[in-house]
């Protein structure tokens, strides 16, 4: 896969080549390119943001630099790719959505900053606009940072498959408990059952628990679950034991 960021901040960017992410641009999975929108301005003073029209407050990233840089990495890159405008309006960033983009082969993230953007940017050159939140950051540095982070560790040969089926949200379940050493610690203990050694009842107890979290604290995840076996009996019990029947039917 190839990501071009375009950016009018692209020293926020070196953080993000480290651990997983740097491995998988090392072993060749993944191309990432930050670019400075300034590249693409044609002024003196390279200006890529200017006040609205009709006053108000802020700066607007202007739409020829963002053009301009789109039309550039499309050439060097011999491929259309997969506009994205990080945007705090656009579809709310999920796993579904990161599963979607880790099929494509070229992603072009466009950062805002400061008021936002020109219009024409979001109508006639973005594919799909993502947020990460209903929340307002100070630009899309951020927001692209956690877009390819999530994409880049489903890329095939990132991680191990089994890793990445057994997360939270895949599968619409919570991810279990995790313990490691020591047994005993401040007099909390691991639970029993993980120092049993017996992997049948482990792999039970670990997917009760991510029942049980995903019922407790996401209920609205359940229309993805498939229980088996005595699994929706357990639910059944979890929920009247709390008097609380409205989670995962
Ligand atoms: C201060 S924000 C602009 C907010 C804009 N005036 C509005 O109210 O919708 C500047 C830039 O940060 C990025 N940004 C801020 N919050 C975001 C979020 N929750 N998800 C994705 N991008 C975000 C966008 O690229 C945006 O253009």
Redesign the pocket.
């Known amino acids: 896969m190839r990501i071009d960021v375009l950016t009018l901040f692209p020293e926020m960017f070196p953080p993000i080549f480290t651990s997983i992410i740097k491995r998988a641009a090392e072993s060749g999975r993944v191309e990432i390119n930050i670019r400075d929108i300034r590249e693409f301005t044609k002024d003196r003073h390279r200006t890529a943001d200017e006040p609205p029209f009709g006053g108000g407050r802020?700066m607007i990233?202007k739409p020829e630099p963002v053009f301009l840089g789109v039309d550039r990495i499309r050439e060097e890159a011999g491929s259309k790719g997969v506009v994205l405008?990080?945007?705090?309006?656009?579809e709310r960033?999920n796993q579904a959505i990161a599963r979607e983009l880790a099929a494509e082969d070229h992603l072009i993230l466009?950062?805002?900053?400061?008021?936002?953007?020109d219009e024409r940017i979001r109508e006639y050159l973005a594919d799909r606009e993502?947020?990460?939140?209903?929340?307002?950051?100070?630009?899309?540095e951020?927001?692209a940072m956690a877009v390819m982070d999530a994409v880049v560790r489903l890329l095939p040969g990132v991680l191990d498959g089994e890793v990445v089926e057994s997360e939270s949200f895949e599968g619409g379940l919570l991810d279990y408990p995790q313990y490691t050493r020591p047994r005993e610690f401040r007099g909390y203990e691991v639970p029993e059952v993980l120092l049993s050694g017996n992997h049948g009842e482990i792999e039970k107890w670990r997917k009760r628990e991510a029942l049980r979290r995903t019922f407790e604290k996401r209920p609205d995840l359940h229309p993805e679950i498939k229980l088996k076996n005595d699994e929706p009996e357990f639910l059944k019990n979890l929920g009247n034991e709390r008097g609380n029947r409205n989670g995962l039917d």
């Open positions: 802020g990233l405008l990080l945007c705090p309006q656009g960033f466009i950062c805002g900053h400061y008021e936002g953007v993502i947020s990460i939140g209903d929340y307002v950051l100070t630009g899309g951020i927001p």
